[in-house]
């Protein structure tokens, strides 16, 4: 069993950074994969990025390739996402998952355990 809980979230204006974290409580969660979903108002969940257990692998959807990165420290069992050249597109609610199973990985039913999320809002 693991618990994960999303911290780091807030408003930040467009071209800005920002840091999420994702703490997670077991001693089971550096042998688990981990991801970041996103979720705006009004639309479905989605994929936003993956790592593996090791933090060796990365995975990352087109609309947020090379602005945002995905990294963990398993001595911390901390799952980071850093976000840069946010855009107004980025508003959305955040959200880390986690899973001791492998393949696909792009939708949020292959994903055993969720944090609460914590918002993100990109705005002027």
């Known amino acids: 069993q693991v618990q994960l809980g999303e911290s780091g979230g807030g408003l930040v204006q467009p071209g800005g950074s920002l840091r999420l974290s994702c703490a997670a409580s077991g001693r089971a969660f550096s042998t688990y994969a981990a991801a970041w979903f996103r979720q705006a108002p009004g639309k479905e969940r989605e994929f936003v990025g993956r790592?593996?257990?090791?933090?060796?692998?990365?995975y990352y959807a087109d609309s947020v390739k090379n602005r945002f990165t995905i990294s963990r420290d398993n001595a911390k069992n901390t799952l980071y996402l850093q976000m840069n050249s946010l855009t107004p597109e980025d508003t959305a609610v955040y959200y880390c998952?986690?899973?001791?199973?492998?393949?696909?990985?792009?939708?949020?039913?292959?994903?055993?355990?969720w944090g609460q999320g914590t918002q993100v809002t990109v705005s002027s």
């Open positions: 998952a986690a899973r001791d199973l492998g393949g696909e990985f792009t939708t949020p039913r292959a994903w055993s355990y």
């Open positions: 790592i593996n257990w090791g933090g060796a692998r990365t």
